[in-house]
């Protein structure tokens, strides 16, 4: 028997997905920390993206800043938060970690969304006597949302899989499988961590696509 089919046998195992070492309980704590540093990464990088995009000024410089998140690791942020008080912090050095991994794609999206909208547009709209809450609500966000839910999808397959570091500090996650394998030379195991992680991932993706197509605000106009 190869390496997948032993991976599988290792996943169509009971055992292995119960107790605090189980597969349900790791993906419950991946889901955790994925969830809370995706909200997290959102709620600033949206909201300042819409509003430069908006204004159209110190965009360009808000997005190079962000950008210099994909420039450091996140292992190597990681490894800052584990010499500092952080370090007995439970979640919280990975969740920063994963934000400023996140923050990135959403911000420069978001931003390049709204920047893209038809100039011509957003004439004729101020021209139909929108003020700028009207314009932003019925105009720019629904012409940029295609491009927000793209920096959306991209943020979140980034955390997903990125959060299994997490492992490598001694939190939970699927990451946790993998290092447990790595640990105990069971190949078996740490292939299969690797694919629940993956299909984690391609299911945030899949579940995304279906939710941006039907909470699409162009989709009501059709």
Not at 34 to 49: D, E, F, H, M, N
Not at 113 to 138: H, K
Request: charged letters at 10%; proline letters at 4%.
């Amino acid at each position: 028997m190869g390496v997948l089919g032993e991976a599988w046998t290792w996943l169509m195992t009971g055992s292995n997905w119960s107790g605090d070492g189980g597969v349900l309980n790791r993906l419950t704590e991946h889901l955790y920390v994925s969830g809370v540093a995706l909200l997290i990464a959102c709620a600033l990088a949206l909201p300042t993206a819409f509003l430069l995009g908006h204004l159209g000024k110190g965009g360009a410089l808000a997005v190079n800043i962000s950008n210099v998140g994909r420039a450091v690791p996140v292992f190597a942020v990681l490894a800052l938060f584990m010499v500092s008080p952080l370090r007995s912090a439970g979640y919280v050095p990975t969740i920063i970690a994963l934000v400023l991994f996140a923050v990135p794609p959403l911000l420069t999206n978001a931003y390049v969304g709204m920047r893209e909208v038809d100039r011509a547009v957003v004439e004729a709209a101020r021209g139909m006597g929108m003020d700028g809450r009207q314009l932003f609500v019925r105009v720019e966000l629904p012409l940029a949302y295609p491009l927000v839910m793209t920096g959306l999808r991209s943020a979140a397959v980034q955390v997903v899989a990125t959060a299994s570091i997490a492992a490598m500090v001694g939190q939970g996650g699927l990451g946790r499988i993998i290092t447990a394998g790595f640990n105990t030379y069971d190949t078996a195991q740490v292939v299969a961590g690797a694919i629940l992680v993956a299909l984690l991932a391609l299911l945030v993706e899949g579940a995304l696509v279906l939710l941006g197509r039907l909470f699409s605000p162009l989709r009501k106009t059709v």
